[in-house]
């Protein structure tokens, strides 16, 4: 799996460099408003219960692989609004048996340092979310009435490990390396697995491990992630759900005035949330072990009525 | 299904009364401290890769069905510490696109009112968590330091709905009435299913259901739950995960001095998690639909080290 | 001092009504939009040094009162969004010396249950603030672009206690009683005090005494305070502050369709801050004890930029 | 108030070293326990109402001068645990009149990034807190039972600033820099004015103008403050307060084994209140402008029942 799918003789970046106007052609394409009548749940339509029972067969080994961060108080270059953890009870002396020990979680959880699914109503796009909702009309302070987390429920499906440093024989993808159509149809063959219907693709690009070992740095500056030209073949594909240890989107943007545009081609356009920050150094050790790439996946983002999104802890079962 | 297999002629209370001596014998009794060398995990040690296979090969229709209650940001007598849902951005009209929405979650989860797990260090019992781990040694201001649920990771194991008031034919167990062993037996048998080693054992009272018709109580004050004189027959029958719609002690407590003595029984003596103040409602419904009370759960707790448990939002897939 | 200057023969009310007409013109009438240059300080600009100088003049014995209610964190009819507070830290036996103890605060301090200040910022009027700024224009989720408690800074004035149930003779006023012009002035006449320009007026209804003796209940509801019609004489007599045991409306509120019209027109009208849901029982004591209703009042709120207020703990010094 | 008081012929540093045999001896040499009624108050006791009227008579021209640094959402080397600030409520179009905007705020205010004043409960040495009580048995999860801020109430008192980059004639004293009691008795003799019983003391090194201009760095590496030798003097001078723009302690420590022991003398042995992180620019430049270093100063905690201290947002009034 060492070949270098794409042929680069210097350091691939971030391009090609994409105009607003070829990104709105783009976005028109693989646009799927008006495609389901459950329609804050977009993609994940797309999984129905003989999606799940594939899923489910997918699993031989009987291994679950978790994929969240820990949750990390602590600020840093990628963790700019650091979770916050409080013991809220600590068992005294004196209390009537059993003694109990509590504590109060909080986050900011969109941004770089918590893994978390985006929901629907986390992105909008020229003033609209999905399926062509205003998006001023429906988010206001009290949160979503259009694309809540609460409307997503769990996702069962079959996941695909896009391990691009496994296939290029390297420890990480730099930051700032754009990862494109022809990328992933080389790691689908170095890998053994094809993308389908309602399929989970968890792209590695490997950042969760060189920050083990170099440090954090600002993934907002330069990260590993999806070029926008490899969506047209995601949405042909018809995926349910886009994740990984970055965001999706490749950093700098090389779409004209717009920070991240992957994340509206994915989630306002295909309905298609994204799972970020994840950690996959362990699914990659277990899928490489196992030499499959394919595995059920679940996904149980927290029952919050309007919420944008939730911190998660998907599980790989191989 | 109606027969009622306490055979009462009275409401049935939340007795036989426990002395303390009892308790203590209980304790030791269903205790295995020293069994797991991930001591941490517990009864989550039973759940071996066949035990995952196994759970996978339950799943027959494909349906995916959550357990998750809302997340409640009002005060009520079953809700005293109110999670909290601020929206941190709105996606400014001015600002480059794709505009972004986000939120801030926040809960101090154990109590009423959050579905949530409880990890190992969330119950001491004379000075000492599971495994005998000195609490005041491994649990302070920054955590637990033993039993945080981030040693815990996923669980995919065989669920099984006891779904009692199916059994009896009613809505729903009155708050106070008591579970005894004798009602496990006699549920197995009105639902064809029989508990086994690494089993996920979810109690329906029928609570959620309960207070949606007449309103929230204080479950502090009465709740239905398990006798601590069932928990033997749980210990034996090796189950990792005892779970349900309340938060699994029968309330007013039946055992002198101890507020939730099943707590100290599953958590501290057995090693087993808790799953506290699920809606067990739907799945009660995709249970009699099916005709089958055994499926697949995942539980997905966050990645939180030194938490003592986690929100979440577990799936049951049939 | 208990003649009662109502004259009224039965319970008074919180009338008479008032249309939304009747309600305009008053808010035209007491407006002062575009007097200041510093806007968002409202008729804080009242307050000059020479105001200052004459608050501490009228300290004579040197008592310090605080009016701030504690930090609750309980939830109750008057407390729907309780205060957070969580131990950070407990000084570990084996940390190095000196051991310390830290802890975190949290509120979303508006409503019932928090003593604070309104900002400028926190009622808009026909979509607009004080001074006529378009609220849509200039506050968002990232907070208040105008108006911000932050340029308020802190406030040294002289303070007038409006003790109507020591002028009336009774522990306290009902909720739902509404206080009027005639009500001030004969207060000022009993108490021996005049309000003059930059004063804060401090309205005690008895509302926390009430509350300590029969319990808490929604003062969203029922509460003691202004009627409208009270208004125009303080803004004729060009106070700086207005505060109180409850929130400065009387409620329910008899005006045609809005909630809380003394706080458009106090904060969006006059630019005069509110300080809500103080204890005023010592201050009434000291007041009582002292023979005088006047004294220096201190507020200072947190340098919050965009905020909308701030929990307070203010001070009068008699 | 351009003669250097230390004539040191090279750049000050935080020394000399300080054996731990010797801090004991200080501790015990400035020890107060035992001596007020009112424990939890420590040397806010010694500020009679007296001294409020001699407080208030200090005020000459009445100008109102905040010490609170901005609210700060941001991380920073000087801010690892950040405050929050989120808005609850942003007065929809909908509801009705008038429209409320509202807001959040959280802050783990202990560190060195929130003005704040310490309670007595926040610092113990050798297990004890002021007055000899034991931390362990009146700190826990629930909060302080002795020394909390709830028991402090208000301050109004002399305050004094000591400003000795003005006293130097230097922007700012460099991190890492002590001040001495002969800085102190020199810049009594260069500002015209003596410390004296109650007075709240607040040491200007220009560290907040230092970072406006040099950007942020950790404080806890090295600041300028006090060094322990100064102590003896603030305690002979029977003050009430100590504060400053940065948490007192020169850093590196210059005694053996303690991280903040200027932290220990004046919150624990001496029961002195501690101011931290103040702004003092405004005023450094109001005392200038006047001629004055000596004016009233107040500072009022929220009232937080078992905190260890309040975010506060001082004021001096000259």
Redesign the interface.
């Known amino acids: 799996m060492g070949s270098n799918p794409t042929c680069a003789t210097e350091a691939p970046g971030n391009g090609p460099a994409v105009s607003r106007r070829e990104f709105d052609a783009l976005f028109d394409a693989v646009r799927t408003w008006g495609r389901w009548t459950a329609a804050d749940r977009g993609a994940w339509n797309r999984v ?6 594939r899923a ?2 997918t ?6 692989v ?1 994929m ?4 990390d ?4 270059p990628d ?4 979770a ?10 004196e209390a ?16 770089k340092g918590v ?1 978390h699914l985006d929901a629907l ?7 609209r979310l999905y399926d062509g909702r205003a ?1 001023g009309e429906v ?6 009435r259009f694309g809540a987390v ?1 409307a997503l ?4 499906t079959r996941g695909v490990l896009v391990d691009l440093p496994a296939v290029l024989g390297i420890d990480w993808l730099e930051p700032g390396r754009a990862v494109h159509a022809r990328d992933l149809v080389a790691a689908e063959k170095a890998l053994g697995v094809t993308i389908g219907d309602g399929d989970a693709v968890l792209l590695r690009s490997g950042a969760y491990r060189r920050r083990r070992e170099l440090g954090p740095w600002d993934p907002g500056e330069a990260s590993a992630g999806w070029h926008v030209d490899a969506l047209p073949l995601l949405a042909e594909r018809a995926i349910a759900l886009l994740g990984g240890d970055g965001d999706s989107d490749v950093r700098p943007s090389p779409v004209e ?5 992957v ?2 081609l994915a989630v ?1 356009a295909m309905g298609v949330p994204l799972l970020d920050n994840l950690d996959l150094e362990p699914l990659s050790a277990a899928c490489a072990d196992a030499g499959r790439y394919a595995f ?1 996946v ?18 790989a ?1 191989l």
Do not use: C, I, Q
Not at 96 to 111: R, S
């Open positions: 129905t219960a003989d999606h799940v029972r489910t067969a699993v031989r080994s009987g291994t679950a978790p969240g961060r820990p949750w108080t602590r600020p840093g963790n700019a609004r650091p916050l953890h409080y013991m809220s009870e600590l068992g005294d002396v009537p048996e059993p003694a109990v020990y509590k504590d109060f979680l909080a986050a900011d959880y969109h941004g893994s109503s986390h992105v909008a796009y020229r003033g998006a988010v206001d302070a009290a949160g979503a609460s429920g769990p996702l069962v005035g717009l920070h991240s545009p994340h509206a306002t059920m679940v996904v149980t983002p927290l029952n919050v009525p309007g919420g944008t999104g939730s911190p998660v802890n998907p599980v079962v």
